[in-house]
């Protein structure tokens, strides 16, 4: 599970009483419900045509000594295999990506820039592509992608079932999972969709272990999506920037929420 931060090398031991397993082992141990719970979900957004939802995201920064929560929220619609169209507001910066399937586009509403770049292939090879070669992270991309289970799961060392809990009034399976630089658990609904409610990330080799709350909800799956939706139109008066490779001086609009 990638969100935004990159992975670092050392897993921090863990000891939480109950479904928590091995620690200790070098084997990946999963507790076979919080498989089944993460694999059910994941599939059906794998399945779906089209998937479109709201996020409510709060993230940590570290301030001197204190941890900030920082909010924004993110509106993703996307049509497969190749076409997503994303929003991101916070207080002080709004968003859009759309990809086409051919093209990249990223929008300042703030600034009133836009960048585009030639991405062809499908969403999660725009994702790799953006991010090798522009350092741009698509906002939750890792519910996005063709296999959201695989994503999930790489550098997983274990994984724990913590039974039902309620979001917001929604009966949830609880479930988490750890790998080398993070803990992560996810609250997926216990209703026909099956869908995600909660994650919480905790960075644990950062300093203050911050962490990221996002909130779920208004999932629709295999409604009808036109083209339209995934094509940007240049507002007036926007102006037009490079988007510059990873490894140039960034010139570009902000990629993360």
């Known amino acids: 599970m990638k969100v935004k931060r990159t992975f670092f090398a050392a897993l921090c031991s863990l000891a939480i009483i109950g479904s928590v397993i091995a620690v200790d082992n070098p084997a990946p141990t999963i507790h076979p419900e919080a498989g089944r719970i993460l694999r059910q979900s994941s599939d059906r957004l794998a399945t779906a045509k089209t998937v479109s939802f709201h996020a409510e995201v ?16 993110v509106d993703v619609r996307l049509r497969r295999p190749d076409k997503f169209q994303i929003e991101v507001h916070s207080p002080t910066r709004s968003r859009g990506y759309w990809y086409d399937g051919h093209t990249l586009t990223l929008f300042d ?19 790799d592509a953006a991010k090798k070669q522009y350092d741009i992270n698509i906002p939750l991309g890792d519910f996005l992608v063709n296999d959201p289970f695989t994503s999930a799961m790489g550098g997983t060392k274990g994984g724990a ?21 993070l803990d992560w658990q996810l609250w997926i ?12 990330i905790t960075y644990k080799q950062e300093p ?40 140039a001086p960034n010139n570009r609009p902000p990629s993360n929420p």
């Not at 509403?109 to 994702?127: E, W």
């Not at 609904?189 to 919480?200: G, M, N, S």
Request: hydrophobic share 40%.
């Open 208 to 247: 203050l272990q911050p962490q990221v709350l996002t909130l779920f909800n208004n999932w629709k799956l295999n409604e009808d999506m036109p083209d339209s939706i995934f094509v940007f139109t240049p507002p007036k008066g926007a102006a037009k920037i490079e988007m510059l490779p990873a490894s």
């Open 161 to 181: 079932n913590f039974g039902q809990a309620a979001i917001l009034g929604t009966p949830c399976q609880h479930i988490a999972f750890n790998n080398d630089q």
């Open 109 to 127: 509403r703030t600034k009133n820039l836009y960048s585009t770049v030639t991405l062809p292939g499908t969403i999660d090879k725009a994702i």
């Open 58 to 73: 709060w993230e940590d920064s570290v301030v001197e000594t204190h941890k900030v929560s920082a909010t924004s929220t």
């Open 189 to 200: 609904a216990t209703d026909a969709q099956e869908l995600p409610r909660k994650l919480v």
